[in-house]
Nanobody
């Protein structure tokens, strides 16, 4: 069992930055690949970024590539998402999730790949 708690969301102007954190407790955090997803009002939850167990492999949605950076600190049991050059279309509830596999396989963008989820943190970008 892994418990995940996101923080760091808030209201920011377009062009600004935020850093989201996801604190993990329970079973060994470092054994899981991790992902960030987001859900805008009235829309489906979609993939944002993923990272393997060591942090050596990352992947991003095309919409955030070059603006967002996913990272992890296994010593602190924490996952991060640095978000720069934010746009109004980035407005959503952001969720972190843990994948029972340590590596990123072909279905890492699929919600069903992830076993544990946080409760989400709201990010609002004003124009």
């Amino acid at each position: 069992q892994v418990q995940l708690v996101e923080s760091g969301g808030g209201l920011v102007q377009a062009g600004g930055s935020l850093r989201l954190s996801c604190a993990a407790s329970g079973r060994t955090f470092s054994s899981y690949a991790m992902g960030w997803f987001r859900q805008a009002p009235g829309k489906e939850r979609t993939f944002v970024a993923a990272i393997n167990w060591s942090g050596g492999i990352t992947a991003y949605a095309d919409s955030v590539k070059g603006r967002f950076t996913i990272s992890r600190d296994n010593a602190k049991n924490t996952l991060y998402l640095q978000m720069n050059s934010l746009k109004p279309e980035d407005t959503a509830v952001y969720y972190c999730a843990a994948d029972g596999d340590g590596e990123l396989y072909s279905n890492y963008k699929n919600l069903l790949e992830y076993t544990y989820w946080g409760q989400g943190t709201q990010v609002t970008v004003s124009s």
